[in-house]
């Protein structure tokens, strides 16, 4: 038997159907949909992961039912649920059951920890093929399971923000979750990807679609406040600050959640589970280059450096042999 895949044009349907309060121009109200669908998006190791995988154990905790997709092609996310246990990935389970011609059941996919939910969609090796292709694929699976007949309070979405392929922007490009989430710390490369997903969102509200960001989460924060300045600037709030600490990183390294009211943590994650769910889609101002760099002492990125333009001879090298000019100079009269 052969895997019977929908089409992807009805699948946006379903999703845009799911998602399809335009909730981001009423930011003075609650989100009031049953089910959020939230995508969290960050630069690949500013512990995007870490931070969604505590924050979706300690919603469990608080009594919400709570799904969490992994989409990002190092399926770290669950991995750190799951205590360092890997996951089957919904792309290898599926060509594995479609190879012996099987049907992909949730029990193959679909791992429960705490009161989450939790899959990974996984993706390709390196050169093998295209990432955000697979994110589409596992989407299609999701709806051959039945997504949409799932009961959950928080679908959690854990995206690359630093990927710019298609697949990974789908969730904004196609209205597949009502808000998203950034998650930065106070570097630069950070808060230029978390930039270049508030510049998306706004692009496509340009073009009708309805997400919008809930806020920012300020990872491993040293208190030197460029992400606090960057989220005043875009107009988005902090959703939490989680302080750069020695305990965290080696919890987060030995896959041990913090997210739990058993944890010291476990307050600020509480905090920030709350925040989450109370959050509204909002439009943001994203910045231009200047602006991003103007976050930050010019000493430290060369923000006050002036370009200085290039001319044919410096392009020429040592092939900058004068030439005799056929301007004809006529004397005063």
């Known amino acids: 038997m052969t895997l019977d895949v929908p089409n992807l044009k009805d699948f946006d349907q379903r999703l845009r159907d799911e998602a399809h309060e335009d909730l981001a121009d009423l ?80 029990g193959d996919v679909c791992f429960k920890r705490g009161g989450v939910f939790a899959m990974e969609l996984g993706g390709p090796e390196v050169g093998r093929g295209c990432g955000g292709r697979g994110i589409i694929h596992g989407f299609e699976l999701l709806e051959k399971l039945g997504f949409h007949d799932w009961d959950f309070d928080y679908v959690l979405l854990d995206f690359l923000g630093d990927v710019v392929c298609g697949g990974f922007g789908l969730p904004i490009a196609r209205d597949m979750a009502q808000k998203v989430i950034l998650v930065a710390s106070n570097d630069l490369q950070s808060l230029y990807v978390a930039n270049n997903v508030c510049s998306a969102v706004e692009y496509f509200r340009k073009l009708g679609g309805n997400v919008g960001v809930a806020g920012l989460v300020i990872n491993k924060d040293d208190g030197t406040g460029e992400a606090a300045a960057f989220a005043e600037a875009v107009d988005i709030p902090i959703l939490a600050a989680i302080p750069q600490n020695d305990d965290l990183r080696k919890k987060s390294a030995n896959y041990q959640i913090v997210g739990t009211a058993e944890s010291e943590w476990g307050e600020l994650f509480a905090g920030l589970g709350d925040s989450v769910a109370a959050a509204p889609p909002v439009r943001p101002a994203p910045l231009d280059q200047d602006g991003l760099l103007g976050l930050f002492d010019a000493k430290d990125t060369g923000g006050d450096f002036v370009l200085e333009p290039a001319t044919d001879m410096d392009m020429r090298g040592k092939n900058a042999a004068p030439k005799e000019s056929l301007e004809v100079i006529y004397d005063e009269a």
């Open 27 to 106: 930011i003075t109200e609650e989100p009031t949909k049953k089910t959020q669908i939230i995508a969290i998006y960050g630069k690949g190791g500013i512990g995007k992961s870490f931070t969604l995988a505590n924050l979706s154990h300690m919603m469990a905790e608080q009594g919400k039912r709570v799904l969490l997709i992994g989409c990002d092609p190092k399926s770290d996310t669950t991995s750190l649920l799951f205590g360092g246990k890997a996951c089957p990935t919904i792309i290898e389970t599926s060509t594995k059951k479609k190879l012996a011609g099987e049907e992909v059941k949730i």
